[in-house]
């Protein structure tokens, strides 16, 4: 059987004010990754100007900016060039956000064993967590 490294890889764009994620995002985030079920690979900092220009910033080189403490990227990089290109279209003239990637380690043996069945995944959705919560509450409320 294959032996995977890593498990799948997800991106989450989102978008704040001001040029820093709030505090909370980052405890958020952190306490997340000491659960174990995912890793942080990449993390990076994306702001268009109110003209369009895009400037892009690898948290790991803004000494000054985002505190993630202990937490190492396990893959600095692995965020192409055409993917923050993609994600950087996203972000509003005069806004920020942050792109952040992450490995769903809890899905890596699944992966493997997948992988060495011959099975291939043919489609991966996600539905956000606003747009569950509030299909559960019309339901509940729905039946009430």
């Known amino acids: 059987m294959p032996e995977f490294r890593y498990g799948p890889v997800e991106y989450t764009l989102v978008g704040f004010e001001g040029e820093r994620p709030d505090a909370s995002v980052i405890d958020a985030l952190t306490e997340m990754l000491e659960t174990g079920h995912v890793r942080l690979v990449d993390f990076l900092l994306i702001a268009k100007s109110d003209a369009g220009e895009v400037t892009v910033i690898e948290v790991e080189d803004d000494p000054d900016g985002i505190d993630l403490g202990d937490i190492a990227l396990a893959a600095s990089g692995i965020t192409g060039e055409d993917d923050i290109a993609e994600f950087a279209e996203l972000v509003p003239p005069g806004g920020s956000a942050a792109l ?45």
């Open 100 to 144: 952040v990637a992450v490995e769903l380690t809890y899905q890596r043996e699944l992966a493997r064993r997948l992988a060495a069945s011959g099975g291939v995944v043919l489609q991966h959705e996600r539905i956000p967590a606003p747009v569950v919560n509030a299909l559960i509450d019309h339901l509940e409320n729905e039946g009430a």
